[in-house]
């Protein structure tokens, strides 16, 4: 017999609920710096002790930090919290990255990746 499949539903308002929930988790002032800090080092990789400046055409832009505090909300409040820990900024973080930054040529030709890369940002950055 043909197994009959259900999409799950969500109506509008729930949705908006969701949203409004999203505001009121707690981004601490300290979190803020850090994730502030995560989107510097793609710009200006060398401040932070990196040396992967040849492969970065060009780094995240601001809104990128914009878009990394609301998705480790959205992380914290997944995870049954309504506070963001570092950990939320770091799970969620390359997904978010990922397409904000441009590699050059040469990190093609030097295998390397834009997760490589993320991922030593975040190595790299402090807390």
Known sequence: APVL???P???????????AKLDEVHLAEDLERYILRIVD???NPKTYGLE??????????P?????LATASRGAALMAGRDYVIPQDIKDIGLDVMRHRIALTYRAEADNQT???LIAEIFAAVDV
């Open 41 to 43: 080092a793609t710009r």
């Open 52 to 61: 992967i400046g040849p492969y970065l055409r060009h780094g995240a832009s």
């Open 5 to 7: 499949k259900v999409e």
């Open 9 to 19: 539903t969500i109506q509008t308002s729930d949705l908006l609920a969701i949203r």
């Open 63 to 67: 809104r990128a930090t914009i878009f």
């Open 114 to 116: 834009t997760d490589q």
